[in-house]
């Protein structure tokens, strides 16, 4: 997986892709339940960083609300969630691949965000997981 992620490549992420401004969130999603119920890394935990243009960006939606499944008034947002519209596109700045990544020392990958989907060519390479 990790020969796809090298500085310079533009691609397009093939999915919906859910980021959050929170490190804390983050690191919750570099973690998993073990068999004895302990919290530990996931074995591949990554903290993607995204870069903006000032111009900013057009396909990224807050999700400012839910279906109260996760808990509180499901007309608040119940974590700082942004999601990119599937296909979006991102240039790759830098990576930084780890021996043995963690939660608390994961790989780190850097990406700058396309401002507009749609002046991106069609046929940039597709993410192989994000």
């Given at each position: 997986?990790?020969?796809?992620?090298?500085?310079?490549?533009?691609?397009?992420?093939?999915?919906?892709l859910?980021?959050?401004?929170?490190?804390?969130?983050?690191?919750?999603?570099?973690?998993?339940?073990?068999?004895?119920g302990?919290?530990?890394?996931?074995?591949?935990?990554?903290?993607?960083?995204?870069?903006?243009?000032?111009?900013?960006?057009?396909?990224?939606?807050?999700i400012?609300?839910?279906?109260?499944?996760?808990?509180?008034?499901?007309?608040?947002?119940?974590?700082?969630?942004?999601?990119f519209?599937?296909?979006?596109?991102?240039?790759?700045?830098?990576?930084?691949?780890?021996?043995?990544p963690?939660?608390?020392?994961p790989?780190?990958?850097?990406?700058r965000?396309?401002?507009?989907?749609?002046?991106?060519?069609?046929?940039?390479?597709?993410?192989?997981?994000?």
């Amino acid at each position: 997986k990790h020969w796809f992620f090298t500085r310079g490549k533009r691609y397009r992420m093939p999915m919906f892709l859910a980021t959050t401004t929170t490190l804390a969130t983050a690191h919750g999603f570099m973690q998993e339940q073990g068999a004895a119920g302990e919290m530990r890394s996931k074995p591949d935990a990554v903290l993607w960083t995204f870069v903006f243009d000032a111009v900013g960006c057009n396909h990224i939606n807050l999700i400012d609300r839910h279906d109260g499944t996760l808990g509180g008034d499901p007309n608040r947002p119940a974590e700082d969630e942004w999601l990119f519209s599937a296909y979006s596109a991102f240039t790759i700045e830098s990576v930084e691949w780890k021996d043995e990544p963690s939660w608390t020392s994961p790989h780190k990958v850097t990406l700058r965000v396309a401002p507009d989907n749609a002046l991106e060519p069609e046929e940039l390479p597709l993410a192989p997981w994000g």
